[in-house]
Each structure stands twice: as structure tokens, then as C-alpha cells.
């Protein structure tokens, strides 16, 4: 069984950072590609960044390049979300998923965890 649980959302101004954690367990395919997505209040949930097994492929939305970095350590358990110059529109609830593809539709995780939550607010 894959376990998924996420740390690090909070209150934040606009054009403040954050980093979000992933802790990854169990399952007997690891290490996984690693995805983040996220879930506004009334919005579908879309796709934030991803990132390969090595950890040397990664692939960021138009909507958080050159803001948000996706990385994981070198045991591959840990994957970060490292996410700069916040604007009000990123906040939503941020997930962690666990995937055997390098995708980028959520349909292609199988595995998630609860969520966390990022609010970015004056």
C-alpha cells in the first residue's frame, strides 16, 4: 500500500514562498514518478508539476513556470514543491500523487494523499 502525506501549506502574502514535502512509503514499484496538483474551491483539480523516478525529468504548468520547482531526495521518499512569488490564484488545496508513468493527467495517479492547504493572502 502506497502512502502519500504532505506538509508544509499555510498562510502566505502575496509574493511570499512556501515548500511543500511529500513523504512517500510502502508499495512494491517504488521509487515512483511524483506529481503535485492542486484544487481550488470550485475548480477541477489541475496539474502543478511532475517530476521522473531519477528525478532527472521534471515538467512544470504554464500557470507556475519560473515560480514553483519540483525536486525529491536522493532515496527518492521525499519529493518538495518549492513554490516562489505566490499570487492569490495559487491558492488551493495542494496534492501528492504517486504514479508508474510520467504524466501529467491526474487520471494516470493511482495513489494520493490527503492534500494540504495554501491560502496566499494580504
Known amino acids: 500500500q502506497v502512502q502519500l502525506v504532505e506538509s508544509g501549506g499555510g498562510l502566505v502574502q502575496p509574493g511570499g514562498s512556501l515548500r511543500l514535502s511529500c513523504s512517500v512509503s510502502g508499495g512494491t514499484d517504488s521509487p515512483y514518478v511524483m506529481g503535485w496538483f492542486r484544487q481550488a474551491s470550485g475548480n477541477e483539480r489541475e496539474f502543478v508539476a511532475t517530476?521522473?523516478?531519477?528525478?532527472?525529468?521534471?515538467s512544470v504548468a504554464d500557470s507556475v513556470k519560473g515560480r514553483f520547482t519540483i525536486s525529491r531526495d536522493l532515496d527518492k521518499t521525499t519529493v518538495y514543491l518549492q513554490m516562489n512569488s505566490l499570487k492569490p490564484e495559487d491558492t488551493a488545496v495542494y496534492y501528492c500523487?504517486?504514479?508508474?508513468?510520467?504524466?501529467?493527467?491526474?487520471?494516470?495517479?493511482?495513489?494520493w494523499g490527503r492534500g494540504t492547504t495554501v491560502t496566499v493572502s494580504s
Open positions: 500523487a504517486a504514479s508508474l508513468v510520467f504524466a501529467e493527467q491526474s487520471v494516470s495517479y493511482p495513489y
Open positions: 517530476i521522473s523516478r531519477s528525478g532527472g525529468i521534471a
